[in-house]
DNA sequence: CAAAATAGACCGACTGGTCTGTAAATTTTT
DNA sequence: AAAAATTTACAGACCAGTCGGTCTATTTTG
């Protein structure tokens, strides 16, 4: 794995954990154990530009995770499934993950307008991603209920992180079904 | 007003804004325009100690609007007024404030546990009131359902300042019947 | 007077970023 | 193919500015 991939790694991570601001670019090259050279070669823009590669390979990472859960199955098997990924993450961390691109997307209108533009990418290709599989498995309305559930998961993930207690995440699968049949 | 509530005023505005780690003391000073050695003097404890209070301070004013929202109003009518509010929060601010909640507890994990505590605290009081609510309005399994209702509009708030598009929240309106009838 | 509050100089640590330099690759020229 | 020139990548000392925090001195209040 080359320098410039581990670089956008491990700043994914971090940032998951810290958000923008917590995360500083020489707590980043300390993790990856690269000098400062090798970042402003890579990254000449600096802090900004590789945070926003950050966003879009971390969205990423999670869309394939959750394509794996959903692929395959049945609408409320693969939705279950979707919410027990971020369930696992959420206990594997001990609650210090939070939703990769959340954690930036609630200070982006303080930051550079390009970090905003890549986060609300990487949650409208979730979301189209969703509104498709809904689409394809014949549910009705599929666009504005896949709205709703990334609303509705995306809520439970960040009072679940902040509650240290999942049961918001698994309150999901119940309530799930409501939205479908609506 | 007081130096002291002006501090907590104004650090909880910020915060808002940039959560914990991107608010500094010296741009809080700057702010209120009050020496350093004030905000030492009426926190010893340094900036977890102010900002642990401007989340209650912010907290508390916001659980107040979401109080005069509902209040007297029908179950569907008073939801819809607390929506409203927090679509006002957005647009005034230019999407720039965040859940003043959300903003500092997507990092919790890795600050001061008491800070956590104090936000837990907070979503707990929100939450709590609005269970009420529905229990007084004969709502059937208030605590859950005002659960997943905080959820969802949890979810709608990040969504909608993430994309800059209150879409989000509008939806929930048209949901949240699903979710009372369940 | 004493206590509370204001005031800000000052501290070391750390911030993101620049700069100069070296060492491999890669390409160009002969 | 060998030599020369150029580009890519790594490396880290260094910079001005800011961080959160301490400390002492002064002013205000009761």
């Known amino acids: ?21 917590g995360t500083g670019i020489n707590e980043i090259l300390k993790s ?16 900004d530009e590789l945070i926003q590669e950050a966003i879009l390979y ?14 395959g199955k049945g609408v409320e098997e693969g939705l279950n499934a979707m919410i027990d990924v971020m369930i696992e993450e959420l206990l594997a961390s001990n609650f210090e ?4 691109i959340a954690a930036v997307a609630l200070a982006s209108g303080t ?14 290709g979730w979301q189209n991603s969703l509104s498709g599989y809904l689409e394809r498995r014949g549910v009705s309305n599929a666009e504005e ?4 559930l990334y609303a509705m998961f995306e809520g439970a993930y960040v ?15 119940k309530f799930m079904k409501s939205i479908l049949e609506a």
């Open 159 to 173: 009072l679940s992180q902040a509650h240290q207690d999942v049961k918001y995440l698994l309150l999901q699968k």
């Open 58 to 71: 971390g969205g990423e990472a999670q869309m394939l995770k959750y394509g794996n859960a959903l692929r």
């Open 111 to 124: 930051i550079d307008e390009r970090i905003r533009k890549a986060c609300d990418n990487v949650f409208k």
């Open 145 to 148: 209920k896949s709205q709703q």
């Open 1 to 21: 794995m080359d320098t410039r991939e581990r670089l956008v790694e491990t700043t994914s991570k971090l940032v998951r954990k810290k958000g923008y601001f």
């Open 97 to 100: 993950d939070a939703c990769p």
């Open 32 to 47: 990856v154990e690269v000098p400062k050279g090798s970042l402003y070669h890579h990254f000449p823009k600096g802090k």
